[in-house]
């Protein structure tokens, strides 16, 4: 079944000590995603790729780095994380940017930072 | 700014109806998602409006109002396996989903 794939599913790194979360996909979309979301709330966009072009939001700190070496495969990088930094990180991905372009959700990685 | 309201928390009776109501402010409108979201997992799709009406997918049916920045999801003969957070996303002008933080539904037996 073509999929979202995110490792690892749980993720504890210490205070300060970069970490690497993976996302790959099988459905040969263009575009890819990553989210922040913490406890009850709303998914944050951090940065999205269409197809090789990278774009950040404005409010992602530079404390969050990304990389997509190929397009089945995306990269987030925490270069320090914080403790704010604990949520779920969500990776998506959808076949074009426009409005019918429905965004398929990985199962999330949970990052604990002690 | 842009907006997307939404109840914070729900209870419904297992086997009966439950409506979950959503508005938005956006700059721009390419579409409604409703995708629903358990506890410790990944939001999954349920349906997308871009007309007015009425979108019925089962169990589940979905109203959009662009004139009145207003959504529904409609969810039919409730189980217990819908209690869930249901959120509404708006894909603005320059298709960018804005985000609800959710409506947690309580189905109780």
Redesign the interface.
């Known amino acids: 079944d073509a999929m979202v794939i995110q490792n690892p599913r749980y993720q504890v790194t210490q205070f300060g000590k970069p970490v690497t979360l993976s996302c790959s996909q099988t459905l040969n979309h263009n575009v890819m995603y990553w989210y922040q979301q913490k406890s ?6 951090l940065f999205h790729y269409y197809d090789k072009d990278f774009n950040n939001e404005a409010d992602t700190p530079d404390n969050f780095q990304s990389r997509r070496p190929n397009t089945s495969f995306c990269f987030l990088d925490i270069r320090s994380p914080g403790l704010g930094d604990a949520a ?1 990180y ?1 990776c998506a991905t959808s076949r074009d ?4 372009d ?7 990685t ?1 990052l604990t930072v002690l | 700014g842009q907006n ?1 309201d939404q109840p ?1 928390e729900m209870t419904a009776t297992e086997g009966a109806i439950v409506q979950i109501n959503c508005t938005y402010q956006t700059s721009g409108f ?2 409604l ?1 409703w995708y629903q979201q358990h506890a ?6 349920l349906s ?1 409006n ?1 007309l007015d009406g009425l979108e019925e997918k089962g169990r589940f049916s979905s109203f959009l109002s662009r004139s009145k920045g207003y959504s529904y999801l409609l969810l039919k003969e409730l189980q217990m396996k819908d209690s869930a ?1 249901y ?1 509404c996303a708006v ?1 603005d002008s320059n ?3 804005i ?4 409506t ?1 539904l309580i189905i109780k037996p």
């Open positions: 009850s709330q709303a998914p944050k966009l779920m969500l940017a426009g409005g019918t429905t965004q398929y959700f990985g199962p999330g949970r | 997307i914070t390419n579409g998602f410790g997992e990944a939001p999954t799709f997308y871009v957070s959120l894909m298709y960018q989903l985000w609800g933080a959710g947690k």
